[in-house]
């Protein structure tokens, strides 16, 4: 990943971390807000044949977090594009395009032809 220059940098890495901490805020709010907090009042509803607040906090906030890490690739992928930094799979280099290493028998073949 290589920026145009550190301004660049700067501003992606901003943004990432905001976008890390609210969706953080949001991981918090529902974990400990609709399984600690708000329990008694959210128990007061059925989901599933379970209280509502017996769900957040056993199975709600992993449903949450789950969907939050979705929504956090989605978004990193707009901001990678955004500045330039996007890595798809048809740049990566392939196997057969990679060098063979060292201790390689094509190295090694390729050394004593005189190949570099």
Known sequence: MSFANRQQA???WKE?????????CIWFAVSFGCGIVFVEELNQIR??????????????????????????????N????????????????SAEDAEPSAGHPAASAQQLEGGQ
């Open 16 to 24: 990432n971390v905001r976008l890390m901490l609210s969706l953080l």
């Open 10 to 12: 700067a501003r992606y």
């Open 47 to 76: 989901f599933g044949g379970f209280k509502l607040g017996f769900w957040f906090a056993q199975q709600g906030a992993i449903y949450v977090f789950l969907g939050l890490i979705f929504f956090y690739v989605y978004r990193m």
């Open 78 to 93: 707009q901001l990678d594009k955004k500045y330039g930094v996007y890595e798809d799979d048809e740049s990566a280099p």
